[in-house]
């Protein structure tokens, strides 16, 4: 993803997270995830690191179940050091 594209997509993660309802978090919760996953031609790289790593806080501090479901898949998933790292660190957070 091109770096203008991820810095696009990150503005849009933030007010996205201005929303306090159940589907944001839920919608929230997709785009993290879609943003950590590695594509097939690049193993190891998320989509949009950028965003990832901006999501990341952001879903961890919302309530619900989705927010703990989303992390805690991504925690075995992610094989970026620095995006692994900080969902590791959201989830031990309370």
């Given at each position: 993803?091109?770096?203008?594209?991820?810095?696009?997509?990150?503005?849009?993660?933030?007010?996205?997270?201005r929303?306090?309802?159940?589907?944001?978090?839920?919608?929230?919760?997709?785009?993290?995830?879609?943003?950590?996953?590695?594509?097939?031609?690049?193993?190891?790289?998320?989509?949009?690191?950028?965003?990832?790593?901006?999501?990341?806080?952001?879903?961890?501090?919302?309530?619900?179940?989705?927010?703990?479901?989303?992390?805690?898949?991504?925690?075995?998933?992610?094989?970026?050091?620095?995006?692994?790292?900080?969902v590791?660190?959201?989830?031990?957070?309370?």
């Open positions: 993803m091109h770096d203008d594209t991820d810095l696009l997509l990150r503005g849009l993660v933030w007010a996205l997270s929303d306090p309802g159940e589907a944001a978090t839920k919608l929230l919760g997709r785009v993290t995830a879609t943003a950590a996953a590695a594509p097939r031609d690049a193993p190891g790289s998320p989509c949009a690191r950028r965003t990832a790593v901006a999501a990341v806080p952001l879903l961890a501090g919302r309530d619900g179940e989705t927010p703990a479901r989303v992390l805690t898949r991504l925690s075995a998933t992610v094989r970026n050091k620095a995006v692994r790292a900080r590791q660190a959201a989830l031990i957070r309370p």
